[in-house]
Every structure is written in C-alpha cells, then in structure tokens.
C-alpha cells in the first residue's frame, strides 16, 4: 500500500490561490505587489469583492482542505446560510483557519491584524501547534487579514523571516469585517470555533475524524463594531456544528453538552453589546462565548449521537436588523 504524502496547507491553498487571481476581475479584487515584492490581494476594502471573493477567501483561510458553500436556510431572518466541511478537521481550522497571528507594527498610525490561513503553519509559533504536532514547508505562503489595510514593510519582513521564505513567496489577502468578503469568510469559521472551543475543553483532537457547520449569512455593517457583533453573532446564536468523533459515548456526550455557546456567562446578549461592556476589550469576553449555538456530536463507535444548545432567531433578529 503506498503511503499518503504529507498534507501542505499552503501548497494545497496556493492552488486556490492561483484561481482565485486568474478570477480576480470576475471576483471583483484587485491584486498588486508590495514593496518588498509580496502578493498584495484586496478583496474588500477598496474594491466591492462580494460573497464569492468571501468564499474563496474562507477555502484559502481552511488551507485547500475544506469547502465553503452558500444555501437556502428556510429562516426568514437570515435566508442564506453558509456551511463549511472538511476530512481534515484539526488541521483545516486549527493549523490554517484559526486567526491565531497577531500581526503589529510601530507604525504611526498603529498597524494591527489577526492572521489566519496556512502562513500560520509555516511559522508555527502558536502553541496549537505543538499539541496538534503538526508545522507545514512549502515554497510560497498565504495570510488572510482581518482589516482594510495591507501590511506594512516591516510586517511583511517579519512574516517572511518567520516563515522562511523570501518576502516575494508571500501573498497576503485583505478585507475588513465591514466588507461582504471579510463577512463571509469570519462567519465561515464556525466549525473552526468549535474545534478551537474542543481544543480548549481538552478534548483529544486526534478523535475528531470529520466536520462540519454552518452559520446564518449576516448582512454587513459599515461600523466595526456592528459588523463584528454580526459575524459574531451568527456563530455564536446561529451556527451549528456535528462532529464525528472516536472514542467512547460517555466522551462524545460530553463534548456536546459543553461545546455551545449557552454554557458561557455571557451568553444571551447580541455581541456587540457585550463588546461594548467590555469597554472594547475582546480579550476580556468569557472564552467560552465563542462556539457554535447547537452541537450535534456523534460517537462513530457506537453510533449514538447527542446534541445540545439551541438556535436563537429572536436575538439574531436583535442583531441583523
């Protein structure tokens, strides 16, 4: 029997990568280069993009291992949903997806970005990584950026150092959360917020054999903060998640029982409001919050599967009205 070669997340995106800049007038994106020479693709800040740039944004973000699709939701509050579906579930979101690279500068404006994608596998330098064991060589990398802005020069030269790669293999896609795109492609973590709340929980992620979710596509706000609640929202008060999972029941019931959103003291409000309580502090939101509304989790040993949490249409209405 032949061996499977090991998973690249970055070459595997790098083919998304390619069609998405063979498509970027009919995506509505503009591409360029940077001073350094890096691959410059914004997808929605000054340019329209759209859902479809949004959703080859989310396939690149889950490192070419997951899909990323739109459908009827038959809800009238949201009446589009977003599903995403992966075999490689810890990689896809916890190697690739998860927006886990703090990204700054001292520039005099302030540069700030959350990275996400398969760069992030490169650089290997958050812990997930040491307790998934996995770290990713390839010769080109791809960040996704939540923000209306491309790096700068020096982040650009960080990123690269830490990757190890010349800054000319780098490409970084960008969109603020306010734009259709960043929208799509933040709501579209929802089964990587489940992964990262079973992560967080200690459950054994090598168990988790497949998944996926979907969240209600919420309309985009032009403030931030609106736009943050919103995509936060429709994960945390809309989405749903299965996962298949090894091991004993007892361990899969668990995992259900403790992976909604419900179970976290600060459920119950739209996220915005919470933002706000907080004083604007993301860190300081209860952890737990950030999980999907419903788990469905099935033990693949016993074929039993068990669900708890709820999807709750009134406050998404609070929320996307």
């Given at each position: 029997?032949?061996?499977?070669?090991?998973?690249s997340v970055n070459a595997l995106a790098g083919r998304c990568l390619d069609r998405l800049l063979a498509d970027a007038a009919l995506l509505r994106?503009?591409?360029?280069?940077?001073?350094?020479?890096?691959?410059?693709?914004?997808a929605g800040h000054e340019v329209p993009g759209g859902i479809a740039?949004?959703?080859?944004?989310?396939?690149?973000?889950m490192g070419g291992l997951g899909a990323c699709t739109l459908s009827d939701s038959g809800a009238a509050n949201a009446p589009f949903k977003l599903t995403t579906r992966t075999a490689n579930p810890v990689i896809a979101c916890l190697a690739s997806q998860y927006a886990g690279w703090?990204?700054?500068?001292?520039?005099?404006d302030g540069y700030f970005a959350l990275g996400s994608g398969p760069a992030r596998a490169l650089a290997a330098k958050e812990d997930v990584f040491a307790d998934i064991g996995y770290s990713d060589k390839a010769d080109r990398g791809i960040l996704?950026?939540?923000?209306?802005r491309p790096p700068p020069a020096d982040v650009v030269d960080y990123v690269a150092r830490e990757c190890g790669l010349a800054a000319d293999r780098l490409a970084f896609i960008y969109a603020p959360t306010q734009s259709l795109a960043g929208s799509v492609q933040i709501t579209a973590r929802v089964l990587e917020v489940a992964l990262h709340k079973a992560h967080a929980l200690r459950f054994p992620l090598s168990d988790i054999v497949d998944g996926l979710g979907s969240a209600p596509l919420p309309p985009p706000h032009p403030?931030?903060?609106?736009?943050m609640g919103r995509t936060n929202d429709a994960i945390i008060y809309g989405?749903?998640?299965?996962?298949?999972?090894?091991?004993?029941?007892?361990?899969?019931?668990?995992?259900?029982?403790?992976?909604?959103?419900?179970?976290?003291?600060d459920h119950g409000r739209p996220f915005a409001e919470i933002f706000r309580a907080y004083d604007g502090d993301f860190y300081k939101v209860d952890p737990m919050l950030f999980s999907p509304a419903l788990a469905i989790v099935t033990a693949l040993e016993?074929?039993?599967?068990f669900r708890a949490g709820a999807i709750d249409h009134g406050l998404l209405d609070v929320s996307f009205r």
């Open positions: 029997m032949l061996s499977a070669p090991p998973i994106i503009e591409v360029a280069r940077g001073s350094r020479g890096e691959l410059l693709i914004d740039a949004g959703l080859r944004m989310a396939e690149i973000c703090k990204l700054s500068a001292e520039t005099e996704v950026l939540e923000g209306e403030d931030f903060v609106a736009a989405g749903q998640v299965q996962l298949f999972v090894n091991g004993p029941a007892s361990r899969a019931r668990d995992l259900a029982q403790n992976l909604p959103s419900v179970r976290s003291k016993t074929g039993d599967t």
